[in-house]
């Protein structure tokens, strides 16, 4: 029997490729602030965006419950991935709408069992979800659906805006396709180029 404590940088790795398998195309985001807990993976589909939480073996469920009422306000579905010494309790520590993946190492590989499938979270809030947006992603999505760039508006506002003029079943698919196209090295261009146009509008 392989005794190895598989740790959470054990587990990432073949989990994407794991995820991948079964879901097809998804795209990972870095670790992302949820609320006052950090999200451990963030994962878009073409429909959901999930929360993953990773319980290794060298982990304690210390934080699980704080980290649950954040994963529930952000995430359309979520999944906690758990070592095989938390598998037979887990259920006890996540809500019923949890998908619970455990996973453990054999003969040298890491192996994957769905013990629940997740299913969609009815605590979820819109307000909250849209916030994972950058805010040039939320100006292509005024811009998509007929409603001026409100440049000079924050953030706050351009979020309350969409959520008040473009119905879910439009502007949630669109938000999922902006997250697949997310290109972290032209970020910083984005933004500079973003605050020159909020610039030359104020003179």
């Given at each position: 029997?392989n005794?190895?404590?598989?740790h959470d940088?054990?587990i990432r790795e073949?989990l994407?490729?794991?995820?991948?398998e079964?879901l097809?195309?998804i795209?990972?985001l870095e670790?992302?602030?949820?609320?006052?807990a950090r999200a451990?993976?963030?994962?878009v589909?073409?429909?959901?965006?999930y929360?993953?939480e990773?319980?290794?073996?060298?982990?304690?469920?210390?934080?699980?419950?704080k980290?649950v009422?954040?994963y529930d306000?952000?995430y359309d579905?979520?999944?906690?991935?758990?070592?095989?010494t938390h598998a037979a309790h887990?259920?006890?520590?996540?809500?019923?709408?949890w998908?619970i993946?455990?996973v453990e190492?054999?003969?040298?590989r890491?192996?994957?069992?769905?013990l629940?499938?997740?299913?969609?979270?009815?605590?979820?809030q819109e307000?909250?979800k849209?916030?994972?947006?950058w805010?040039?992603e939320?100006?292509?999505l005024l811009?998509?659906n007929?409603?001026p760039?409100?440049s000079?508006k924050s953030?706050?506002?351009?979020?309350?805006?969409?959520?008040?003029s473009?119905?879910g079943e439009?502007l949630?698919p669109?938000?999922?396709?902006?997250l697949?196209e997310?290109d972290y090295n032209t970020?910083?261009?984005?933004?500079?180029?973003?605050r020159?146009?909020?610039?030359?509008?104020?003179?």
């Open positions: 029997m005794t190895k404590i598989l940088s054990d073949p994407f490729d794991f995820l991948e079964s097809g195309k795209r990972i670790e992302k602030q949820t609320g006052r451990d993976v963030v994962m589909t073409g429909k959901y965006l929360g993953i990773i319980k290794s073996d060298a982990d304690t469920y210390a934080r699980l419950n980290q009422r954040y306000q952000y579905r979520n999944i906690v991935v758990v070592g095989s887990i259920e006890e520590h996540v809500p019923e709408w998908g993946l455990s190492l054999i003969g040298g890491t192996d994957f069992y769905l629940r499938k997740p299913r969609d979270n009815p605590k979820v307000d909250k849209i916030t994972i947006l805010r040039t939320l100006t292509r811009l998509k007929g409603l760039a409100y000079r953030k706050a506002f351009v979020r309350k805006k969409l959520l008040e473009v119905p439009l949630w669109q938000a999922m396709e902006e697949f997310r970020i910083g261009e984005e933004i500079e180029s973003f020159k146009m909020r610039h030359s509008k104020h003179h």
